[in-house]
């Protein structure tokens, strides 16, 4: 029995999915009282394991059948009868409750080894224990696995910090990774919503590991990757300056394998005015200096004008409204940046919002750019230009 569900991501994706697999080699007899056990507790036809590019961790993933708590013991499959019990390694399953699907990620895996998996689950403490093993099935260690439903490289540049954070992200389902690059735009129009908001600024999470090496770029900002300094499944570029009339060169290595991705030219402001009371234009964003404060009435209306590098057809421009006292109270607003200008009733806004207010404007591009050479694997660009002022009520 196959250890990899099939599905339609083959045929999506174009290539025969190369994701590492296990093959049951069933339960022994110790294990289990009954020849043909009868699983009410293990899916055994959903426990995954991946290992990573560099193949000293790997990702087990189990399902069951019911909530249930789980233990599990691997070790080197080559190992003799007189080495298991000192080479067994266990790893308690990542919960407090009862839960039914559960991620373990192991380290510290010898690379040429295949290893047996033994893996308990139960109920409730003290009832039935089930008892199921596998073996890692055999791979090319040279050979990149990539993720079941395919897997995608974010790349988010703050182009006034001279910055950028990489991770990747592995989709959890065929449709997540379809759907992915139709939903990069936002909805035009002003929110209160809160959870709404936080979508819109809040990232995927990176999955483990980051797996790609030899990160470096070039033409529109150049720099090598480095490791992240608060996250291990991520790295980072610097950069010295920012050239806006080249294309973004990314090179990297996955596996044995050496990739080229070129992004297209990047957008920025060439200047963003905002008129109350009078006309104020933000100039590039100094984190040495106190932000400029702009005075407005009750009944002011609020209008923005800006110019952008170039002629954008996929940049937004979003606009966060903050309250001073109370970050918990804002309000945000999103424009399609080709218009160059957009209007709002300040009166309208300052009921929503009490008191003096931050407003961060942020230029939004995000691309999803696939690979050449039939990958699995994408890209996200994700880069912000962006101005603070803040909002004086008088």
């Given at each position: ?34 020849k ?11 426990i ?8 000293d961790t790997g990702?087990?993933?189990?399902e ?32 407090e ?72 992200y ?13 939903n ?20 995927s ?48 290595e ?27 234009e933000?100039g ?14 009750s ?42 200008k ?5 009166s ?42 803040v909002?004086?009520?008088?």
């Amino acid at each position: 029995m196959n250890f990899l569900r099939k599905s339609s991501v083959t045929a999506l994706f174009g290539l025969a999915i190369l994701y590492l697999g296990l093959f049951f080699v069933g339960c022994t007899k110790k294990d289990s009282p009954k020849k043909n056990q009868v699983f009410t507790i293990i899916d055994t036809k959903k426990i995954y394991f991946s290992r990573t590019y560099e193949r000293d961790t790997g990702i087990l993933t189990l399902e069951f059948l019911q909530s249930a708590k789980c233990k599990v013991e691997y070790w080197p499959a080559n190992a003799t009868p007189t080495d298991i019990t000192s080479l067994t390694v266990t790893s308690k399953c990542a919960f407090e409750a009862p839960q039914k699907k559960v991620t373990e990620r192991l380290s510290n895996l010898n690379t040429r080894d295949s290893y047996i998996f033994k893996i308990s689950a139960w109920l409730q403490d003290g009832g039935p224990v089930e008892v199921y093993s596998a073996k890692e099935g055999s791979v090319d260690p040279y050979q990149p696995t990539t993720e079941p439903y395919g897997e995608i490289f974010v790349n988010r540049l703050d182009i006034p910090l001279k910055t950028a954070q990489i991770h990747r992200y592995a989709f959890t389902s065929p449709e997540e990774g379809i759907t992915f690059s139709k939903n990069l735009k936002r909805e035009t129009g002003c929110t209160k919503d809160t959870d709404k908001i936080i979508s819109y600024f809040k990232t995927s999470e990176p999955s483990p590991t980051i797996k790609l090496s030899k990160l470096s770029t070039r033409g529109l900002a150049s720099a090598n990757g480095a490791n992240h300094p608060f996250n291990v499944d991520m790295q980072q570029l610097t950069f010295e300056t920012l050239q806006f009339g080249d294309k973004w060169e990314i090179t990297y290595e996955l596996g044995n394998t050496s990739y080229r991705l070129l992004a297209p030219q990047l957008n920025y402001f060439e200047n963003f005015v905002v008129t109350g009371l009078r006309s104020q234009e933000l100039g590039p964003v100094n984190l040495q200096a106190p932000s400029t404060a702009i005075a407005l009435n009750s009944n002011s209306s609020l209008g923005f004008s800006w110019k952008l590098s170039k002629v954008g057809s996929n940049e937004q421009v979003l606009m966060l409204f903050e309250a001073q006292k109370d970050k918990s109270h804002q309000v945000l607003c999103v424009f399609d940046a080709k218009e160059g200008k957009g209007q709002l009733d300040f009166s309208g806004l300052s009921k929503d919002i009490a008191g003096n207010i931050n407003l961060s404007i942020y230029l939004e591009q995000r691309l999803f750019i696939p690979v050449e050479g039939g990958s699995s694997h994408s890209w996200l660009i994700q880069a912000y230009d962006w101005r603070h002022t803040v909002l004086n009520k008088i």
